[in-house]
């Protein structure tokens, strides 16, 4: 029975060789979880360089980076310092140049005074230039006015030639139209009352006309000018036209006032005729006169 029994444990059987294993699996575990994560990449400066660099959007686009804000301030500080760092050397580059240029210009009074008086020659010449310009177009504007004057002695001749020939083709009609209404006046005191009213309108219809044109003819001697020699010659021309067209105008007046009832719408005619030849007051002379 004694042989049978079990076995007592030691005290220093390694019961808790299980245990310290286990204490030395979460050991290891822990340290792998302490370990140091890899150090991110700096950060690019293109990345600053956009021109619509967004500080809030920029920050927001490093989410995914494994480093903690502490350290991304400090990142930027050193970015800032070695900037103006840069800055500073830039500065001190090029303004060591500026002072040593004044030393490499040393030497050069000869060509600037060349390049002076290079300018003060060309100055002289835009003047000269200048001034030839100013006679030229004062010679322009002198030969201008003496084409209008040109112009306007061609255009005064023609209505000079325009005058002539309307007084002459006046002239003419005042001609037959002299003969016309006398003798037109005969055939009305011969024939009856019926033919007397058509030849009534005959005449005044070729006064009108030959009223009208002679307006049109005075007027076109005001537009050259009363004063002018060849108008003063045309005057007395003028004058026997009008004094003619009163004639054969007095004439018909005397044959409407005989005429009555019938002639009443030749009278008014003709006094519109009187009217548009500024002679009122010959008709008024006329109508009194037996």
Known sequence: ??????????????????????????SSSDAEDDAPLPFPTALPRSDF????????????????????????RSDLRERS????????????SNYTSFLS?????KGGEEKVEDVRVALLGFRRAVEEIKGRVRERGSEVSGLNRDLLGVRGGIETGRKMLELNERISALEGRLAI???????????????????????????SAKLVQLAHDYVTIDELANDIGRETAFVRKAEE???RCRNTILLDLGAALKEARQAKTRGQAKLL?????YSLLDAQADAVKTLKSR
Do not use: C, W
Request: aromatic share 2%; proline share 6%.
């Open 81 to 92: 310092a070695a900037i103006s760092t840069e800055l500073l050397e830039l500065v001190n």
């Open 101 to 105: 240029l004044g030393d490499e210009l």
């Open 269 to 273: 005619k003709l006094m519109g005729i």
């Open 177 to 203: 139209g002299s003969t016309g209404p006398d003798s037109d006046g005969s055939d009305e005191d011969e024939d009856d009352g019926g033919e007397l009213e058509g030849a009534v309108g005959s005449s």
């Open 49 to 72: 360089l956009t021109p619509d660099f967004d500080p809030a959007e920029y920050l927001s686009s490093l989410a995914n980076r494994h480093q903690t804000l502490e350290d991304l």
């Open 237 to 239: 021309r003028l004058t």
């Open 1 to 26: 029975m004694a042989h049978l029994s079990a076995p007592t444990l030691s005290p220093t059987r390694p019961v808790s060789s299980r245990s310290f294993a286990l204490v030395s699996s979460s």
